[in-house]
């Protein structure tokens, strides 16, 4: 058992890539502890009461803004809050001076304060958060400011915030998920595309379930998705206007079939696959010009492309070793070099936001996983094991991993999971029904 003590006034220390706590270089002993054994930590006690409503129209949100930012920070697995029924201080004024040991008798060991008024079209939302043992607040006070229909969106930014300034970490609450959702038997099952906020409030449909669609990918802005779409008989890459919900295909008059698309880091590329007579291999486009280039020609099955978050690298699957693998290469083609070498088969890899892991699936003695490996294919680990786990995707901090997981048996329907890169803290993502292939949005602007 490894125990690492915090530094105050900071809570946690920074996560690093193994999903392990490490102290900064600085960090001295403070009154604050962390067990980590094999992996699990005891998560930080928090206490978030109700935000004050400033005004009579702000207090059921301020109610529900406090719970959405308690539930975003519990839900990570890192935190755990203090029930309201075991609070001894109170929260009347935002401006209020804190009674530390109030709060440190209930064992809490951070606070956040919080204040919403609303007039008309307008909410304010504005928190502070505090070191209970330390006796200090943690940063400046921020605020955000939004519609009434954007208060979800204002407790994420507050959740994100915190987050950030106790871990050390960027923030992944603010942002959205396009995924698959699914309908009917299994041998007429009904595709279409939703997006929703990452934690599954907030579905809207973004196609009607008149086709199959495969694959979705949001565009680095987060305003365009791109996607395979079964509409005109043949499989075929999709650009959609995430706000108009307009659409048009990103290629005209070609011969095969085009799938599993993805942006560049600038949102000016996709980066695709396109099968002819059973063979498929990667093709990049500039979606300005409608000018495509072919990056590979082998006589085999490449696909699943990614790049790398500088766009210098694409990431894929090629059984051009005689199975599923995982190989590099460079993004204007090129040779390109295996890094996947352990047993088993590999695919859908997909490049890490901060450029330092790549997630996969693996097959491999009749079970799938979701693990991750350096991008080199050293330090190979499993996060999940299950009948059907496929599809990685990223969220923005580079730090949880979403996925389908599907269950045996004849009445067995997909569903979204996440897990951290530790391999702790799988959770299943509410979708109202079956749901396949997510794609993780960047944090909203």
Do not use: C
Not at 389 to 399: I, L
Request: proline share 7%; charged share 20%.
């Amino acid at each position: 058992m490894m125990v690492i003590r915090a530094l105050s006034p900071a809570i946690l220390l920074a996560l690093l890539v193994t999903g392990v706590f490490a102290p900064p270089a600085a960090a001295q002993n403070g009154p604050l502890r962390i067990e980590i054994t094999e992996g699990v930590i005891e998560p930080l006690p928090f206490a978030a009461p109700d935000f004050v409503a400033e005004n009579a129209a702000a207090s059921e949100y301020a109610r529900n803004i406090s719970r959405v930012i308690a539930s975003d920070l519990s839900g990570t697995g890192l935190f755990r809050e203090i029930p309201a029924s075991a609070h001894i201080g109170r929260v009347s004024s935002f401006d209020a001076p804190v009674s530390y040991p109030d709060w440190k008798a209930i064992n809490a060991q951070a606070l956040i304060t919080g204040a919403v008024s609303a007039s008309g079209d307008r909410i304010v939302v504005k928190f502070r958060l505090f070191d209970i043992f330390s006796g200090q607040q943690l940063g400046e006070g921020l605020q955000f400011a939004g519609t009434p229909q954007s208060w979800r969106r204002m407790a994420h930014k507050v959740a994100d915030a915190v987050y950030s300034r106790i871990t050390g970490e960027g923030g992944y609450f603010d942002s959205r998920v396009v995924f698959v959702s699914e309908s009917g038997p299994k041998n007429q099952r009904l595709k279409r595309l939703a997006v929703m906020d990452y934690d599954g409030a907030n579905i809207q449909f973004l196609t009607d379930s008149g086709s199959i669609v495969l694959a979705p990918r949001f565009s680095p802005s987060g305003d365009r998705v791109a996607y395979t779409s079964f509409e005109s008989g043949v499989p075929s890459v999709v650009l959609l206007d995430v706000a108009s919900v307009q659409r048009r295909p990103l290629l005209n008059n070609v011969q095969g079939m085009s799938v599993a698309p993805s942006f560049s880091p600038d949102g000016r590329t996709v980066v695709f696959s396109i099968a002819q007579s059973g063979n498929s291999d990667i093709y990049t486009m500039d979606i300005a010009s409608g000018s495509s280039t072919r990056l590979t020609s082998a006589p085999s099955i490449e696909t699943a492309p990614s790049f790398s978050p500088d766009g210098s690298q694409i990431v894929f699957e090629s059984d051009r070793s005689g199975n599923q693998q995982i190989y590099v290469m460079s993004a204007g083609g090129g040779e390109p070099r295996r890094i996947s070498n352990g047993a088993g088969r590999y695919g859908t890899p997909v490049w890490s936001p901060r450029g330092d892991l790549i997630a996969f699936t693996k097959q491999n003695q009749g079970r799938f996983h979701i693990g991750v490996m350096r991008t080199d294919g050293s330090e190979e680990r499993l996060l999940t094991a299950s009948f059907l786990d496929e599809g990685p995707t990223w969220a923005p901090n580079g730090r949880v991993i979403m996925f389908t997981r599907e269950t045996a048996g004849e009445g067995g329907q997909p569903a979204l999971y996440s897990v951290d890169i530790s391999g702790r803290n799988l959770r299943r993502v509410e979708t109202g029904g079956s749901a396949s292939d997510p794609a993780w949005s960047p944090l909203l602007p």
